[in-house]
C-alpha cells in the first residue's frame, strides 16, 4: 500500500529564513507527488507537482520540492520565509499507474508551518 | 495512524440515478470532514465543510441540493450526487479533522465517479 509520511507536526522559522517541510513516499510503482497549502477556513491550494523531467521542481508563491528517488523524498522548500507562508501544507503521492486502473491519492497527515516574524 | 476509509473507490452510474459516497473516520472521532472534488490537471476544490449534527455549510457555486451531505454520526459523513449528469464525473475526496480544533487533517483515498 502507498503512504506518505510528514515527520513534523510543526515547522517553526524566522521570516527571510530558508524553510524545509518534509516528505516522504512510499509507493509501488513511479510516483506522481504534490504539494498543497491550505489556508485558514480554506480549501487545499495546489503548489506544485512532480510528474517527470527534472528533480527539482518550482511552483506557485517562490515554492520549489526535490524529487530524490533513492531517499523517496520530496521535501518543499523556499529560500527566504514570508509571514504569510504561514499555513498547512500536504504532501501527497499518487501512483502512475503505468499498469492501468484507478490510482488512489494518498495525503500526509500535513505540517504546521509558523513563520516568525 | 488515523485512518479514513472513503467507499467506493470508484463508481459509474447512469445519468438521472443518484450515488452515495461514504467518508468513515475508523480510529477517532471527527466532529468535522471535508468534501473535495479535483476535475482534470487542476487541484482540489473544496466543496462542503460537514459538521456532525448540523448542516453542512457549502463554499460558493457549489448546488447543496445536488451535493447532498449527511453527517449523522462522529464517525461517518456521506455525500450524496443526486440526479448525476456526465459533467459531474470527477474525483471526489474526502478529509477528516482530529478532534474540534486540531490541526490534524486526515485524506480518504478519494473516488472515482463517472457518469454515463
Known amino acids: 500500500a502507498q503512504s506518505v509520511a510528514q515527520p513534523e507536526d510543526q515547522v517553526n522559522v524566522a521570516e527571510g529564513n530558508p524553510l524545509t517541510v518534509k516528505c516522504t513516499y512510499s509507493v509501488s510503482g513511479n510516483p506522481y507527488l504534490f504539494w498543497y497549502v491550505q489556508y485558514p477556513n480554506r480549501g487545499l491550494q495546489f503548489l506544485l507537482k512532480y510528474i517527470t523531467g527534472d528533480n527539482l521542481v518550482k511552483g506557485s508563491y517562490g515554492f520549489e520540492a526535490e524529487f530524490n528517488k533513492s531517499q523517496t523524498s520530496f521535501h518543499l522548500k523556499k529560500p527566504s520565509a514570508l509571514v504569510s507562508d504561514s499555513a498547512l501544507y500536504f504532501c501527497a503521492v499518487r501512483d502512475r499507474g503505468d499498469s492501468g486502473g484507478y490510482q488512489k491519492v494518498t495525503f500526509g497527515i500535513g505540517t504546521k508551518l509558523q513563520v516568525i516574524p | 495512524g488515523a485512518v479514513v476509509s472513503q467507499h467506493p473507490s470508484w463508481v459509474i452510474c447512469k445519468s438521472g440515478t443518484s450515488v452515495k459516497i461514504e467518508c468513515r473516520s475508523l480510529d477517532f472521532q471527527a466532529t468535522t470532514m471535508f468534501w473535495y472534488r479535483q476535475f482534470p490537471k487542476q487541484s482540489l476544490m473544496l466543496m462542503a465543510t460537514s459538521n456532525e449534527g448540523s448542516k453542512a455549510t457549502y463554499e460558493q457555486g457549489v448546488e447543496k441540493d445536488k451535493f447532498l451531505i449527511n453527517h449523522a454520526s462522529l464517525t461517518l459523513s456521506t455525500l450524496t450526487v443526486t440526479s448525476a449528469h456526465p459533467e459531474d464525473s470527477s474525483f471526489y475526496i474526502c478529509?477528516?479533522?482530529?478532534?474540534?480544533?486540531?490541526?490534524?487533517?486526515?485524506f480518504g483515498e478519494g473516488s472515482w465517479l463517472t457518469v454515463v
Open positions: 478529509s477528516a479533522r482530529v478532534g474540534i480544533s486540531g490541526n490534524t487533517i486526515y
